[in-house]
């Protein structure tokens, strides 16, 4: 990898001031939008390999769209789709290891998968449940809802497993939004201080809901903050898929040695926030149709092509197999047994603290009243 895609902080610095004009971002691209390629800078990856990340955003993209659909049908309470995004998740998610910690946001459906997350658990979390969130522990996977509140537990996760002397990273997906929040700037900086195995993956996907990166910080990146924080950062395409596997690479890699990195992955998201919003009310059309023609997957296909490997795939029969296990998932998640209101209260303490015990018992009296009600608990909107 080239140093192009680095912040270099250059010329002014040595005299003792520096400005937004003294920082070069590049951006680090091996797939252009046009198709055409760096073959001296594509991973070195065999051709199966080549061939599952094509599949493994075909799973985020129909996972987004039929959770969408669910939403629409009352199946689910609100859902944050990644649909644009899949470069950038599966490039990132495919970069980690198994074991691995991968502590995001919501809008990291496929990594968690490549993680071995159960796709029925995902929809049991967008359903509310409580009980997703352990089997999600059982898989080092947890998603933090109040956005950034996991940055200060990936700083402190990441300590643990330098003290332990363990051999894997922990991985924070954080938006461009979380960027702005205080607990980020305290986690990412304590990091760099105690030089641990983190790493931080900022999918920038341009709007923190309704407000505009350009207004949600002057900095003209979020990758060129790690300089700040006295750490290495690395500003990517997130629509080539290429280049972010091999960016979070290099930053695993960094971050086992002791150097947390922070990765920006310059992204759009497609949908709406989540389908609680009207992202009409915010942005334009055209806006939309410019991101459509750097679409990550179409990127991808002509790659394929161009290395005489899309011959052997056929993308309907691929979309067909990824629907049937979607609808396993679904099936296992409707069958998944009910949860009675206790479990609402369950996790947090191992012995509930008078108040809740008292709002635990309002509750259950309120459903006495009102059995009608219980039938919303599983569908209760989240973020
Ligand atoms: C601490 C906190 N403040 C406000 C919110 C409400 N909220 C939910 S999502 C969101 C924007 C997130 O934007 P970003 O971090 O860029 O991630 P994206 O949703 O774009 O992937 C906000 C402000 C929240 N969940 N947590």
């Given at each position: 990898m080239n140093n192009d895609h680095k912040l270099v902080a250059s010329v002014g610095a040595d005299q003792g001031r520096i400005s937004q004009e003294n920082l070069e971002i590049g951006l680090f691209q091996i797939l252009a939008p046009d198709g055409s390629y760096n073959s001296e800078a594509v991973?070195?990856?065999d051709d199966d390999a080549f061939r599952e990340l094509y599949r493994w955003m075909l799973v985020e993209r129909t996972f987004d769209k039929r959770m969408v659909k669910l939403q629409r049908r009352g199946q689910i309470g609100t859902f944050g789709s990644g649909r644009g995004q899949e470069a950038s998740i599966i490039g990132s998610g495919y970069a980690l290891k198994d074991d691995d910690w991968l502590l995001g946001m919501g809008r990291e459906a496929g990594a968690m998968f490549l993680q071995g997350l159960p796709i029925r658990d995902l929809i049991l979390f967008w359903r509310g449940l409580e009980d997703a969130n352990r089997e999600m522990a059982k898989h080092n996977q947890m998603i933090a809802?109040?956005?950034?509140?996991?940055l200060p537990l990936v700083t402190g996760t990441a300590w643990g497993m330098k003290l332990a002397d363990e051999d894997n990273v922990v991985t924070a997906y954080f938006g461009d939004g979380a960027s702005s929040t205080g607990a980020v700037h305290e986690a990412v900086n304590f990091a760099g201080v105690l030089d641990v195995p983190a790493v931080f993956f900022?999918?920038?996907?341009?709007?923190a809901i309704s407000t505009p990166f350009e207004k949600q910080t002057n900095a003209r990146s979020v990758a060129q903050r790690a300089i700040g924080y006295g750490i290495n950062g690395i500003r990517v395409d997130g629509n080539d898929v290429l280049a972010v596997y091999e960016a979070v690479s290099e930053a695993r890699k960094a971050a086992r040695a002791g150097n947390p990195t922070l990765v920006e992955s310059v992204t759009y998201r497609r949908d709406a926030h989540t389908t609680s919003d009207d992202p009409g009310r915010y942005r334009n059309e055209s806006e939309v149709e410019q991101w459509q023609e750097r679409d990550p997957i179409a990127r991808y296909e002509s790659f394929l092509r161009s290395e005489g490997l899309?011959?052997?795939?056929?993308r309907e029969t691929l979309v067909e197999e990824i629907n049937d296990e979607f609808d396993a998932a679904l099936a296992a998640a409707d069958e998944y047994e009910q949860r009675s209101v206790d479990e609402i209260f369950?996790?947090?303490?191992d012995e509930l603290p008078p108040y809740l015990q008292r709002q635990l018992v309002e509750f259950k009296a309120f459903l006495e009243e009102r059995?009608?009600?219980?039938?919303?608990i599983e569908q209760r909107v989240k973020g």
């Open positions: 991973p070195s990856l809802i109040s956005i950034g509140s996991h900022c999918q920038n996907n341009q709007y899309w011959s052997e795939i056929d369950e996790y947090l303490y059995p009608d009600a219980y039938d919303h």
